[in-house]
């Protein structure tokens, strides 16, 4: 069974100081790691994947397979910042198709 | 806009009433996938298709709920006899085929509010 836990559902953090975001997950093989995000009255839509190793609006996330955790972070905090973050699994390649998603946290950045 | 769209947006019915949403996917998506999200819950998988062929299904879709893609492009999903625990909102995504990348971008559609009363 593959299962993401993202442990906070609320997260409020100060503009400039950092973020993290955490995410585990549990599969049995090889996983893709992704991380999406909605934004107040938007779509759900891809932030990153673990697989393209980028920076995508100063966020990073490592995978790290024997702590099987794939934590979202950022230097520095902005108010554009806040938004609903997803933590999702899909099989690796070939496998299956659907992503798992984790329960979500609501990140707040302080003006 | 070019992007996943669903119909309606918002949904309300009385417990009992059938009810059958559209999603139209990114055109030439041939992968399409419908989601549930409650509230305070991150989306759970419905059910794939792969064109026209639905290739999974998860034990969420109960024989209330009936998914069809008759044509490889658009997809219905109609719950029969709704009740109240079938309130969520309801997500569309299509992803392109893979091209040896792994798995590609799943974009979403804005979603149908189903609430049974």
Redesign the interface.
């Known amino acids: 069974a593959q299962r993401?836990t993202q442990p906070e559902?609320l997260l409020s953090v100060f503009k400039g100081a950092p973020v993290e975001l955490k995410c585990n997950y549990s599969y049995s093989g090889s996983p893709?790691l992704f991380w999406y995000v909605q934004y107040s009255r938007q779509?759900?839509?891809?932030l990153l994947?673990h697989?393209s190793r980028e920076s995508i609006k100063g966020f990073t996330a490592d995978l790290n397979k024997g702590e099987t955790s794939f934590h979202l972070k950022k230097p520095f905090a902005q108010e554009e910042d806040s938004a609903m973050y997803?933590c999702?699994l899909?099989?690796?390649?070939?496998g299956?198709?659907?992503?798992?998603?984790?329960?979500?946290t609501r990140l707040t950045i302080i003006p | 806009d070019t992007g996943v769209s669903q119909d309606p947006r918002h949904k309300i019915t009385k417990r009992g009433q059938n009810v059958t949403f559209r999603c139209d996917p990114i055109s030439e998506h041939n992968r399409l996938y419908w989601y549930r999200q409650t509230l305070g819950q991150g989306p759970e998988f419905l059910t794939y298709f792969q064109n026209e062929a639905q290739l999974e299904k998860s034990r969420l879709l109960s024989d209330r709920f009936s998914a069809e893609r008759p044509k490889g492009s658009f997809s219905t999903l109609e719950i029969q006899r709704t009740e109240q625990g079938d309130s969520a909102m309801y997500l569309c995504a299509s992803r392109d085929r893979d091209r040896g990348r792994g798995n590609t971008e799943a974009f979403f559609g804005q979603g149908t509010r189903l609430t049974v009363v």
């Open positions: 993401v559902k893709e779509r759900l839509q891809l994947r697989i997803y999702a899909s099989g690796g390649w070939f299956n198709e659907k992503l798992t998603f984790g329960t979500g």
